[in-house]
């Protein structure tokens, strides 16, 4: 009888798919990791869980993984706006690059069965001056029944229901149920199978590509490994490439390397000039490397606001006593500490909120969590120019910083540029997707300027978000308002539809 794997091999288990697939796993899909352990160890899970930990690159034992624990779904002309800005910026700005009329290359990784780059190949084909020449496309996955089936090219109709019947008829040939694609498209994708949790050099070659797409791949990837696989392609990214996310992904905390781009309704990255570890091998002399920013740690950057925040608005109120009086004997930060600036800004005194952060030694001038608080209290005390420039600043040193973004909308809105400031709030959510507040601004705003369907969506979503949001963050930007009040603000705003919450 085949036994049942322990609870510790299963936890191993996890620990080895992250390390060699990339993958993350919630405690709430442990039972699934069991079943694939019990079928994959066949009887001998010590025996396979040794393998997978000491083989070099144990690749068929991977590509079976992946082909039981990937989600692979994808169809053709997923997120049209991407694939519009592909068409009409990314590819005519990187064709341009290519004088000799060499193809703009593309790499899809993690392209599933097929549909991501194969729509790519049609969509050239589609626009206006560009052709099938004009680009040379690699796809790569993990799983090796999706790239059969990519290779087979016939798909269902649920794998088209992006596209109407013209451009059905233009693809692909009737072949029963399905539809095949026509030979022309399907010559022009090359597909390999390739790990995207590994350092290959061949897939990853310093400027290998002009574009690269990885859409709804790092999802689900942890951390470390997502921030990996884009320090990877940042380097296989010419200078000035562009990087395609899927809609509902950001490069927040893991890459300083890109910079945002919005357009055609969608966000998506271009790679700088020159990537961290150009500009270090560019600046090898200690005192151009101090002229330097200091960049600020990735991964736990998201938290860090919050946690400083947190800890000190928490202790807002149980440490009012005991907090020094305003212009009082403190004793000297010896770090980086907040709390008095914070206790002001929820007291709306912002002029001492400023005292306060430019009372701060001179080594936290520039620091994110002290430009984002001086840029709030600009803003709440009416210095705009000021506060952009403090926005500016610190999106110079981040710029995922959705803090900054959203302070910035701030700024717009109060000098009346509703469409500037609509885009500053888009950026802000996309790039927190629970930023109550910035979601609450985008659906007032939108209802202002006669977007009544979005912003219906918009405000219903930030009712959601507002019963959640981190107290800490509400007392930041939330203008002085409590929950309650912005709660009621939103089913106002939701009412004036017809539909109060
Ligand atoms: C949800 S699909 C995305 C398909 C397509 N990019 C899209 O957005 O429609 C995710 C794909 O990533 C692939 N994948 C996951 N981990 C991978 C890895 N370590 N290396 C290569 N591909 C991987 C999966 O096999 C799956 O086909």
């Not at 990537?275 to 151009?288: C, G, K, W, Y």
């Not at 994110?368 to 000021?386: E, M, N, R």
């Not at 710029?399 to 910035?408: D, F, N, P, R």
């Given at each position: 009888?085949?036994?049942?794997?322990?609870?510790?091999?299963?936890?191993?288990?996890?620990?080895?798919?992250?390390?060699?697939?990339?993958?993350?796993?919630?405690?709430?899909?442990?039972?699934?990791?069991?079943?694939?352990?019990?079928?994959?160890?066949?009887?001998?899970?010590?025996?396979?869980?040794?393998?997978?930990?000491?083989?070099?690159?144990?690749?068929?034992?991977?590509?079976?993984?992946?082909?039981?624990?990937?989600?692979?779904?994808?169809y053709f002309y997923r997120n049209v706006e991407q694939i519009q800005a592909f068409t009409?910026?990314?590819?005519?700005?990187?064709?341009?690059?290519?004088?000799?009329?060499?193809?703009?290359?593309?790499?899809?990784?993690?392209?599933?069965?097929?549909?991501?780059?194969?729509t790519?190949?049609?969509a050239?084909?589609?626009?206006?001056?560009?052709?099938?020449?004009?680009?040379?496309?690699?796809?790569?996955?993990?799983?090796?029944?999706?790239?059969?089936?990519?290779?087979?090219?016939?798909?269902?109709?649920?794998?088209?229901r992006e596209l109407g019947?013209?451009m059905?008829?233009?693809?692909?040939?009737?072949?029963?149920?399905?539809?095949?694609?026509?030979?022309?498209?399907?010559?022009?994708?090359?597909?390999?199978?390739?790990?995207?949790?590994?350092?290959?050099?061949?897939?990853?070659?310093?400027?290998?590509?002009?574009?690269?797409?990885?859409?709804?791949?790092?999802?689900?990837?942890?951390?470390?490994?997502?921030?990996?696989?884009?320090?990877?392609?940042?380097?296989?990214?010419?200078?000035?490439?562009?990087?395609?996310?899927?809609h509902?992904?950001?490069?927040?905390?893991?890459?300083?390397?890109?910079?945002?781009?919005?357009?055609h309704a969608t966000?998506?990255?271009?790679?700088?000039?020159?990537?961290?570890?150009?500009?270090?091998?560019?600046?090898?002399?200690?005192?151009?490397?101090?002229?330097?920013?200091?960049?600020?740690?990735?991964?736990?950057?998201?938290?860090?606001?919050?946690?400083?925040?947190?800890?000190?608005?928490?202790?807002?109120?149980?440490?009012?006593?005991?907090?020094?009086?305003?212009?009082?004997?403190?004793?000297?930060?010896?770090?980086?500490?907040?709390?008095?600036?914070?206790?002001?800004?929820?007291?709306?005194?912002?002029?001492?909120?400023?005292?306060?952060?430019?009372?701060?030694?001179?080594?936290?001038?520039?620091?994110?969590?002290?430009?984002?608080?001086?840029?709030?209290?600009?803003?709440?005390?009416?210095?705009?120019?000021?506060?952009?420039?403090?926005?500016?600043?610190?999106?110079?040193?981040?710029?995922?910083?959705?803090?900054?973004?959203?302070?910035?909308?701030?700024?717009?809105?109060?000098?009346?540029?509703?469409?500037?400031?609509?885009?500053?709030?888009?950026?802000?959510?996309?790039?927190?997707?629970?930023?109550?507040?910035?979601?609450?601004?985008?659906?007032?705003?939108?209802?202002?300027?006669?977007?009544?369907?979005?912003?219906?969506?918009?405000?219903?979503?930030?009712?959601?978000?507002?019963?959640?949001?981190?107290?800490?963050?509400?007392?930041?930007?939330?203008?002085?308002?409590?929950?309650?009040?912005?709660?009621?603000?939103?089913?106002?705003?939701?009412?004036?539809?017809?539909?109060?919450?």
């Amino acid at each position: 009888m085949i036994r049942e794997p322990t609870s510790g091999e299963v936890m191993l288990f996890r620990e080895l798919i992250a390390k060699r697939l990339g993958l993350e796993f919630d405690d709430t899909k442990l039972g699934q990791l069991a079943r694939v352990l019990a079928l994959h160890g066949a009887g001998n899970c010590p025996r396979y869980l040794t393998m997978l930990e000491t083989a070099p690159e144990p690749l068929e034992a991977l590509h079976r993984l992946a082909a039981d624990l990937t989600v692979t779904e994808t169809y053709f002309y997923r997120n049209v706006e991407q694939i519009q800005a592909f068409t009409e910026l990314a590819m005519p700005s990187c064709w341009q690059t290519h004088e000799n009329g060499s193809p703009v290359r593309i790499l899809c990784a993690g392209c599933a069965s097929g549909e991501e780059p194969y729509t790519l190949a049609i969509a050239v084909r589609e626009a206006v001056g560009l052709g099938a020449h004009s680009v040379d496309i690699r796809a790569v996955d993990a799983n090796p029944a999706m790239l059969e089936k990519a290779a087979r090219a016939r798909y269902s109709a649920w794998s088209l229901r992006e596209l109407g019947p013209e451009m059905r008829a233009r693809w692909f040939v009737r072949d029963g149920d399905m539809s095949a694609l026509r030979e022309s498209v399907r010559r022009s994708v090359v597909f390999e199978q390739r790990n995207l949790a590994l350092d290959d050099d061949e897939l990853w070659g310093v400027g290998r590509y002009d574009i690269v797409f990885c859409r709804n791949v790092l999802m689900y990837f942890t951390p470390a490994q997502a921030q990996a696989a884009v320090a990877r392609m940042a380097a296989a990214l010419v200078p000035g490439g562009y990087l395609f996310l899927g809609h509902a992904e950001t490069l927040r905390g893991l890459s300083h390397e890109f910079h945002l781009c919005h357009s055609h309704a969608t966000f998506y990255y271009q790679r700088r000039q020159h990537t961290r570890e150009e500009r270090r091998s560019v600046a090898p002399n200690p005192l151009n490397a101090r002229a330097m920013p200091q960049l600020p740690p990735l991964l736990d950057e998201p938290r860090r606001w919050g946690d400083v925040i947190a800890r000190a608005s928490e202790r807002i109120h149980t440490l009012a006593a005991a907090v020094p009086p305003l212009g009082g004997d403190a004793t000297a930060p010896t770090g980086l500490d907040l709390r008095q600036a914070l206790k002001c800004l929820h007291e709306e005194q912002f002029e001492q909120t400023l005292t306060q952060i430019n009372q701060l030694p001179p080594q936290y001038a520039d620091d994110p969590d002290v430009l984002l608080l001086k840029a709030v209290s600009l803003s709440q005390s009416g210095a705009l120019v000021l506060a952009q420039d403090a926005c500016l600043r610190l999106l110079a040193r981040d710029e995922l910083s959705a803090g900054a973004h959203y302070v910035l909308a701030l700024c717009e809105e109060e000098s009346g540029s509703y469409a500037e400031a609509l885009e500053c709030y888009r950026s802000a959510a996309y790039l927190d997707p629970g930023f109550a507040l910035a979601r609450l601004h985008i659906g007032v705003l939108e209802r202002r300027m006669g977007e009544t369907a979005a912003a219906r969506r918009d405000l219903a979503q930030a009712l959601v978000l507002l019963q959640h949001e981190d107290p800490a963050r509400l007392l930041l930007f939330g203008g002085g308002f409590p929950r309650s009040a912005l709660i009621a603000l939103c089913q106002a705003e939701l009412a004036a539809f017809g539909e109060a919450a």
